[in-house]
Nanobody
Framework: QVQLVESGGGLVQAGGSLRLSCAASGRTFSNYAMAWFRQAPGKEREFVASIDWSGVSTNYADSVKGRFTISRDNAKNTVFLQMNSLNPEDTAVYYC????????????????WGQGTQVTVSS
């Protein structure tokens, strides 16, 4: 089992920045690819970004490419999502997930999930 706890969400004005963190415990963190997903009210959960076990390979949804950066610190069992140039369309609950492969962009590819952290961007 891997337990994931997100933090860092909040309310920010359009154009602002937030940094989300996801702390992992349980099985060896560095064995897992990590990802961020989000779900806005009334919408399906969508892929945001993923990173391989080493932190070298990353993948981003087109909607966040160039604005968001995913990174990880295996020594601290933590994955991050730096979000810049936020806009109201980024408002959602953000979830981190641990899984088998960083190339997977659907939720079915990830085995463990956090409880989510709310990000609200005001216009």
């Amino acid at each position: 089992q891997v337990q994931l706890v997100e933090s860092g969400g909040g309310l920010v004005q359009a154009g602002g920045s937030l940094r989300l963190s996801c702390a992992a415990s349980g099985r060896t963190f560095s064995n897992y690819a990590m990802a961020w997903f989000r779900q806005a009210p009334g919408k399906e959960r969508e892929f945001v970004a993923s990173i391989d076990w080493s932190g070298v390979s990353t993948n981003y949804a087109d909607s966040v490419k160039g604005r968001f950066t995913i990174s990880r610190d295996n020594a601290k069992n933590t994955v991050f999502l730096q979000m810049n140039s936020l806009n109201p369309e980024d408002t959602a609950v953000y979830y981190c997930a641990a899984g088998r492969s960083w190339v997977l962009t659907t939720g079915r590819g990830y085995d463990y999930w956090g409880q989510g952290t709310q990000v609200t961007v005001s216009s």
